[in-house]
């Protein structure tokens, strides 16, 4: 079964979230200059973005994702593109609609086939040959 890699979801999506909220109260003090600004807004927006990452997985042959408890079915004719975000495991799904809150649903993605070099991944494979295969 194709599925977002376990440990990858472990760092990216439970433990990250934790180290970026407890750097906020690393630089917050009592006294509140604006200048922390530079360093809060970030470290929150970081938090912000890995706590919102989906689990995904294909156990039979359709998508379905997680965010925090519900599994959601995704079918293929709402996609219109994914990719890998510049960063290392997380990918990226574009719907034809919003997704809340980053407009693409930002995924954890599975364990890469090649160990240098641009990533190969099966679940991005998966889902372009889907998409391929809807265009046709």
């Known amino acids: 079964m194709l599925r977002s890699h376990p440990t990858v979801v472990w760092v990216l ?7 970026f909220f407890l750097g906020t109260f690393i630089f917050y003090k009592v006294q509140f200059r604006r200048g922390q600004l530079f360093i809060l807004i970030p470290l929150l927006l970081g938090f912000l973005f890995h ?8 156990p039979d042959g359709n998508i379905r994702y997680r965010r ?12 219109v593109g994914c990719g890998v975000l510049w960063g290392g495991g997380v990918g990226y799904i574009r719907l034809n609609r919003f ?3 980053w407009g693409r649903l930002y995924f954890v993605l599975d364990a ?3 160990i ?8 991005l494979r ?7 295969g809807k265009t046709s």
């Open 13 to 19: 999506k439970y433990w990250a979230p934790i180290i």
């Open 126 to 132: 998966f889902i372009q040959e889907h998409m391929k």
């Open 99 to 101: 997704v809340w809150p």
């Open 51 to 58: 706590a919102s990452l989906a689990i995904l997985q294909v």
């Open 116 to 123: 240098f070099g641009r990533g190969d991944y099966p679940l």
């Open 68 to 79: 925090l408890f519900r599994w959601i079915q995704l079918p293929f004719d709402k996609i």
């Open 112 to 114: 890469n086939e090649k």
